[in-house]
């Protein structure tokens, strides 16, 4: 089955503490991106990545790192958590080009005490 | 203000109403519009997808989109208690530059009561 996930689905940490989220996708796709999602905020982009070793900022990508060693994984890191990143997270990926669909994976939500 | 404006609702419906979902967006280099549903506890899905202006059909969903007015809606017709969730309007330009970024509304919650 073609999909996205990610792990942990739900995580409660610590402030300073320093997390992983694992993203993996299973469709060859070359583009690959971090959202969080927040009541009012709606879905805003932390970091993508268009291949293998090539990642760039988002919109919000403050308190977090990405990297991409191979075409399947993109996990996303923070290195000291604080309570402003509580938050729902959503890994995607898509084929490259503009008129290609995204799939989401299922979500992972943080909550940094 | 936002490049995407989309009402939060929520929206409550009785079963077979047709409901209306409405987006607005100020860059006009949007060419690419798509509509997503997410139910509660997952991720979003892709509904509907159409480039540039005009209407697309499937099934009992219909996306429209006004270029002239920047304005884009997904209609549902004899809405069913399933169709309860959160859409959400996503669009991008053709540019073809590094991102081609997807910029997201907040997202409409949608209730359909039985």
């Known amino acids: 089955e073609a999909q996205v996930t990610q792990n942990p689905r739900y995580l409660i940490t610590v402030t300073g503490k320093k997390l992983t989220v694992t993203c993996s996708q299973n469709?060859?796709?070359?583009?690959m991106s971090w959202y969080r999602q927040d009541p009012g905020l709606g879905l805003r982009q932390i970091y993508y990545s268009m291949n293998v070793e090539v990642t760039d900022k988002g919109d919000v990508p403050e308190g977090y790192k990405v990297s991409r060693k191979e075409k399947r994984n993109f996990p996303l890191i923070l290195e000291s958590p604080s309570p402003n990143q509580t938050s729902l997270y959503f890994c995607?990926?898509?084929?490259?080009?503009?008129?290609?669909?995204?799939?989401f994976g299922p979500g992972t939500r943080l909550t940094v005490l | 203000q936002k490049e995407v404006e989309q009402d939060p609702g929520p929206l409550s419906v009785p079963e077979g109403a047709i409901v209306s979902l409405n987006c607005t967006y100020s860059?006009?280099?949007?060419?690419?519009f798509m509509w997503y549903r997410q139910y509660s506890r997952k991720g979003p899905e892709l509904l509907m997808y159409?480039?540039?202006?005009g209407n697309k059909e499937d099934g009992r969903f219909t996306a429209q989109v006004d270029k002239s007015s920047k304005y884009i809606s997904l209609f549902i017709r004899d809405s069913q208690p399933s169709d309860s969730a959160t859409y959400l309007c996503a669009m991008r330009g053709s540019d073809g530059g590094a991102t081609n970024k997807l910029i997201f509304g907040t997202g409409t919650l949608l209730a359909v009561q039985p």
């Open positions: 159409t480039y540039s202006s």
């Open positions: 995607a990926s898509r084929l490259g080009g503009p008129y290609n669909e995204q799939f």
């Open positions: 860059n006009s280099a949007f060419q690419y």
């Open positions: 469709m060859n796709h070359e583009y």
